[in-house]
């Protein structure tokens, strides 16, 4: 079972961002060398990477060899929303609350233009279809 800490400190949260934006399995040494330039030295990144596969947000997804030995190739265990959508179950944001979070997110997008409203309302149109279908497949 994974151990999994409610909330990620900001190194940690800043891993798994960059993982999730690169969407491919690294080793420790791959992630050390394309971050170096924004700061990580091969401590802090090894400690990281440590306490995010010892809380289960990180799972090895296949060996690499190296010259006398094998990597971990490191992938992160859920998805960025999934993470996000926990963050918020565990401060008492809840599928209730969806309605008014959305609402208000696109409150939000009103200073963009009108085209990223366009973009927000396929994406719900998407899910609530997509739930639609879940429950009538349940029934």
Known sequence: MLKKKDI???REEEL???LWEIKKPLTASEMAKQLEAEGWTNITLCRTVQSLSDNGYLEV???EKTVKTYARKLTPSLTKEEYY???LMNRGINANSLADITAALIGVSRKNPREKDAEV???LEEV???LKSEQHRDQ
């Open 8 to 10: 990620l400190n900001k």
């Open 16 to 18: 798994m961002n960059y």
């Open 61 to 63: 997804a296949g060996l």
């Open 85 to 87: 959508s926990s963050v």
């Open 121 to 123: 309302i396929a994406k």
């Open 128 to 130: 609530i279809a997509s």
